[in-house]
């Protein structure tokens, strides 16, 4: 059933307890969302929990609010997820939850509709753009006030998704919204944040960049570039998962780049494939064809294989979209 | 004699012929200042010429708009700066012009208030958002339409002043300006833009970088992150320009960076200094110890000396400063 934001509060102010799951491998969107929603529903006497299968990065832990405690005994009258397109991204809490969603927020277009009610709104930067709708209604029918902590999650989830309104996907509406959450928020504060999670780097992580300027392998004919990372370069230089967990943007700076594919071995001959494309070739569609998705333009896969047999097979695929 | 975007509007809008003059080393703020006015009083049927000491950067040839030829034989009636804190900016023009600017429209807090009216605005985060007040009031008066031309200009130069809105210095109106702005634009193309701006970088570019992160200097004790750029580097590796003209934000990147010093040898001993921060030090004030000036976030100065002896006495202002 489809639903929209006003919807929403219809069906959550009332609860007694809501355990809101955010995605695996959680991002500032689903982070924010996940938790603003907690936050204006703990102002109205809803017992919240935020759940995710892998923990919180570090650099996103500002954003978690102080939730009151809720005893494990106290089971949620509704599960909602946020941000997540496929009940599959709930983890490690696949079987616990994925049964029983009453309700899914969300952005992707590639949405499987597995929730009983779904608000989905493919036209928002962001799932927390969503949030954000959802919120006003409730602060128009003064049930709660939007806060200094609702405005930061919003605020710097919408920026993460559309890194920092870089992307396409940044509407009028999104800085409309940013507009007025920002009249709640300290421009310093969010300054620093911006430039902890958009510029600051690690040595280790500029040593990585160093190494993968160096072997970069640059397809003209397909204006695509392609960097790969294996556990041997991994292993031989002790990086670790922060290093590396923000490249999937790197192969993109590359002049004259359209596609950018950041490819990491995660088991022997296993690759996670992260694409990007600032062309109209739509990367979602290439990546479904190896069983992933996304967005049009940001979308991931996981590939088995010899390194050279993916990139042959991604660069066909890239050929019949273009 | 100070005046607001509503007397810009009057002092300029039954002139023959205006020269808009821009700061040399122009950047995206100044070019798209500048251009938007000139768009705006072409089409009131004013002469406008716009002018500046160095070549509009590759990179920012897009914003040009198509102005109609004015022959040298018609002289202006007023000349116009804007963004320019200091009419030594005016570079080879200084002689030719320096002595007879009617209006200057500002932003810098620096400015030496050298012309004959100030439309200073200080909260703005870039002359283009002052800008978008004189085209605003003019579109009110239905005088001119607000074309995308003229939308493109303000934008780009308001994302350049802010880092794509990731600064301090954007502030609710930034955004809500931008907001207005974006829905006469298209957001492929204004994407497409951002990502060359932003992010794509040149081979050589990338070659230079990843040597700075080897000879980069830390000062932990005064979270400060250092970068030089001598003529030798330049030379021995024959990087031309284009290649160096980003870096001042460089060393910001390194983590736990809170001031960075980029430092590029113009001449034998002498060093133009870019200074960046990401605290409460105001990096305008010790480049003003040193001639320089600029914003509290962002500034710049010439010193004269051996490499090691300008670090230390950098390195002595910012720790009287802290």
Do not use: W
């Amino acid at each position: 059933m489809r639903v929209t934001p006003l919807d929403v509060v219809e069906t959550l102010k009332d609860r007694r307890c809501v355990h809101i799951l955010i995605h695996e491998n959680p991002d500032g969107d689903c982070i924010g969302a996940g938790y603003a929603l907690a936050s204006a529903l703990q102002q109205i006497g809803v017992k919240v929990v935020v759940k995710c299968s892998d923990p919180i990065p570090e650099k996103f832990e500002f954003l978690i609010p102080k939730l009151n405690y809720v005893p494990e005994r106290v089971k949620p009258d509704i599960v909602v997820t946020v941000d997540m397109a496929d009940a599959k991204m709930l983890g490690t809490y696949f079987d616990d939850y994925s049964y029983r969603i009453g309700l899914c927020i969300d952005h992707h277009v590639s949405n499987k509709n597995y929730a009983y009610r779904l608000c989905l709104d493919t036209k928002a930067s962001s799932a927390c753009e969503i949030i954000y709708d959802v919120v006003k209604v409730m602060q128009i029918r003064d049930m709660i006030e939007i806060t200094e902590e609702i405005a930061k999650c919003i605020y710097v989830g919408m920026e993460t998704d559309t890194g920092c309104f870089r992307y396409s996907n940044t509407s009028p509406k999104t800085l409309r919204v940013a507009s007025e959450l920002l009249e709640l928020l300290d421009r310093e504060y969010i300054a620093n944040i911006n430039h902890h999670i958009f510029v600051e780097k690690s040595f280790s992580q500029i040593r990585l960049e160093a190494m993968l300027a160096k072997t970069v392998k640059i397809y003209r004919d397909y204006n695509c570039t392609i960097s790969v990372l294996t556990n041997k370069m991994i292993e031989e230089n002790n990086f670790s998962k922060s290093d590396y967990a923000g490249l999937a943007n790197f192969p993109m700076q590359f002049e004259k780049t359209k596609i950018g594919i950041f490819m990491k071995e995660v088991e022997p001959n296993v690759f996670k494939i992260s694409m990007r494309s600032v062309s109209d070739i739509n990367v979602s569609e290439i990546c479904q064809q190896f069983g992933g998705g996304g967005h049009a333009k940001a979308a991931g896969c996981r590939i088995i294989g010899y390194e050279n047999d993916i990139i042959k097979s991604l660069l066909d695929a890239i050929a019949e979209q273009a």
